[in-house]
């Protein structure tokens, strides 16, 4: 079984610099891709970002490249998205999932496993 617990989210300022991390527990972290979602308040559930197992190909949303980095810490089982220069269409619910192989990708079906997320509020 597999767990993934989000934390790190919060209320922050616009122009704000959070570091949401996702904690694995369960199968081996190194062999699988890693993603984050968000959902924003009446909304879809969007793609994020992406890494690889071994960080050599990371994919990001438009709406986010260039201000939102992805990165992993095989050793701590961890996963991470660094985010800056932050905008109010940010807030949003951040979910992380862990993918069905080694890559991971901009589509939810290639995920098998997600938490329960974390709440990001930027405030103008």
């Known amino acids: 079984q597999v767990q993934l617990v989000e934390s790190g989210g919060g209320l922050v300022q616009a122009g704000g610099s959070p570091r949401p991390l996702c904690a694995a527990f369960?199968?081996?972290?190194?062999?699988?891709?890693m993603g984050w979602f968000r959902q924003a308040p009446g909304k879809e559930r969007e793609f994020v970002a992406a890494?690889?197992?071994?960080?050599?190909?990371?994919y990001y949303a438009d709406s986010v490249k260039g201000r939102f980095t992805i990165s992993r810490d095989n050793a701590k089982k961890a996963v991470y998205l660094q985010m800056n220069s932050l905008k109010p269409e940010d807030t949003a619910v951040y979910y992380c999932a862990q993918s069905r192989t080694v890559v991971a990708g901009r589509l939810s079906g290639e995920y098998d496993y997600w938490g329960q997320g974390t709440q990001v509020t930027v405030s103008s």
């Open positions: 369960g199968r081996t972290f190194s062999k699988f891709g």
């Open positions: 890494i690889s197992w071994n960080a050599g190909t990371t």
